[in-house]
């Protein structure tokens, strides 16, 4: 659906965030969120607000995951080459494992960022506007197809963000076109062999069917 917004009432919001900004200088997640929301906007930031994101950048090691996933999408968006590479490696150096599942944990002391699902969502998100080419990518992906508990993610919000994250890491990786050859055996004998391509991804309907011979 598209929803319609009143453009004086969306640039009023966009005042009153550019006005509060400057009241959460020392506040560095707040922070960190308010500058991200402004930055989405796709309006120019205002030097105060660049002069702020150098804040954040010099502060970086205080940040939470959430706060460096939302940093090092700014950076990269404002050009800012070594600053981004720095805040990745930061980022990256942050990331546990557990088996196959790659994830970052959120700030446990800060309530809207102690979400891992949602957390580890942000992070690949930004990963991926930065970067294609991390080993890591599988098991954050791993990660976030599991978390599931009852088979739904724990909020609509948090649903979003992992839906963005993987939509993105579908379209950079390319396997929403896919090309490869598969073979299916029984006791070392070929039932079936097929091949699959971005054009038959879109008739999938989750399972390959093979008739066996009766004389089998």
């Given amino acids: 659906h598209d929803y319609k917004i009143n453009d004086e009432s969306y ?14 200088a020392k506040e560095h997640n707040t922070l960190s969120q308010m500058i991200y929301a402004m930055y989405i906007t796709k309006k ?10 150098s804040t954040l950048y010099n502060n970086r090691t205080k940040l939470s ?3 460096l996933a939302y940093l090092l999408e700014i950076l990269d968006g404002i050009r800012k080459k070594d600053m981004t590479a720095t805040i990745e490696k ?12 790659v994830y970052w944990s959120g700030d446990k002391s800060y309530w809207w960022h102690s979400q891992d699902v949602e957390t580890t969502a942000g992070v690949l998100y930004a990963l991926l506007k930065t970067n294609t080419n991390y080993k890591e990518l599988p098991g954050i992906v791993n990660y976030l197809t599991v978390k599931k508990p009852r088979g739904y993610w724990v909020s609509t919000k948090t649903t979003a963000k992992v839906i963005r994250a993987l939509a993105l890491y579908l379209e950079q990786t390319g396997e929403t076109d896919p090309d490869f050859q598969g ?22 309907q989750g399972r390959i069917e093979y008739m066996a011979d009766t004389k089998d």
């Fill in 11 to 24: 640039q009023q919001g966009i005042n009153a965030l550019q006005d509060m900004i400057p009241k959460y």
């Fill in 44 to 53: 120019p930031l205002s030097e105060n607000v660049i002069n702020l994101v």
């Fill in 65 to 67: 995951a959430p706060s």
């Fill in 90 to 101: 930061l980022l990256l150096s942050k990331v546990q494992t557990i088996g196959n599942h």
């Fill in 183 to 204: 073979t299916i055996l029984a006791n070392n004998r070929e039932l079936k062999s097929f091949k699959v391509s971005g054009k038959d991804l879109k008739n999938w």
